[in-house]
């Protein structure tokens, strides 16, 4: 099986920057994926890691170690905006397609 | 292009009934699957279907179906409904389901079993 774990709360200033710890346990890692929603809306795709090392998308940037099976996202520049759900999904090679393993979620408050 | 649509927003059931869902992807998107979302459970896998198959399915009761058309539009069906259920159920698509592809999400259909 698979198991996921990621804090469930975090609290940030606006204008700062936050790390979003995702660790997970899995036989065949075929990528992770970090997807943000807000609340009452849709899961949005943040980015994609499948090799080790950093990822970096504008004020977003997400990193993988493979061996460690650790994943964070990381925002800077916080934006009031930015208040949201933050969710870790780790695929499998026995997986095929689109089975995705979810973690439970960081809800992130970014405050003036 | 059109976002991922899904049908009903709002849906209230009572115990024992069943229900249908509907959800239609984006444009081209052959992948369709399904996630169940609640708050203690976070987001769990239900089933994925390609080309009219299921391809993968998740640890949920035989309760939980589902379906694809030929254009790619998926249903899923819940019968006997129980209060468990009710949760944001979550359909995504993607082009081909391929390893580093990503899933495009709907709004959801927030069921509320009483």
């Known amino acids: 099986g698979q198991n996921i774990d990621q804090p469930t709360e975090m609290t940030a200033t606006e204008g700062a920057i936050v790390q979003i710890n995702c660790t997970y346990q899995t036989s065949g890692f075929n990528g992770l994926f970090w997807y943000q929603q807000h609340a009452g809306e849709a899961p949005t795709f943040l980015s994609y890691?499948?090799?080790?090392g950093l990822e970096e998308k504008g004020r977003f940037s997400s990193f993988l170690s493979r061996s460690k099976g650790y994943s964070y996202l990381l925002l800077k520049e916080l934006q009031m905006k930015d208040s949201a759900s933050y969710l870790c999904?780790?695929?499998?090679?026995?997986?095929?397609?689109?089975?995705?393993?979810f973690g439970g979620g960081t809800r992130l408050m970014v405050k003036p | 292009k059109a976002g991922v649509t899904q049908t009903p927003r709002y849906l209230i059931k009572t115990r024992g009934q069943q229900v249908t869902l509907s959800c239609s992807p984006i444009s081209g998107h052959r992948s369709v699957s399904w996630y169940q979302q609640t708050p203690g459970q976070g987001l769990q896998f239900l089933f994925e279907?390609?080309?009219?198959?299921?391809?993968n399915k998740g640890n949920f009761p035989g309760r939980f179906s589902g379906r694809q058309f030929s254009n790619s539009r998926s249903e899923m069906n819940v019968s006997t409904l129980e209060l468990g259920d009710s949760a944001l159920y979550l359909c995504?698509?993607?082009?081909?389901?391929?390893?580093?592809?990503?899933?495009?999400f709907g709004s959801g259909t927030q069921l509320s079993v009483l």
């Open positions: 279907y390609f080309s009219e198959t299921q391809r």
């Open positions: 999904a780790v695929r499998a090679h026995n997986n095929a397609g689109n089975m995705l393993t």
């Open positions: 995504a698509s993607s082009s081909m389901g391929g390893d580093n592809e990503k899933l495009f």
């Open positions: 890691n499948v090799l080790d």
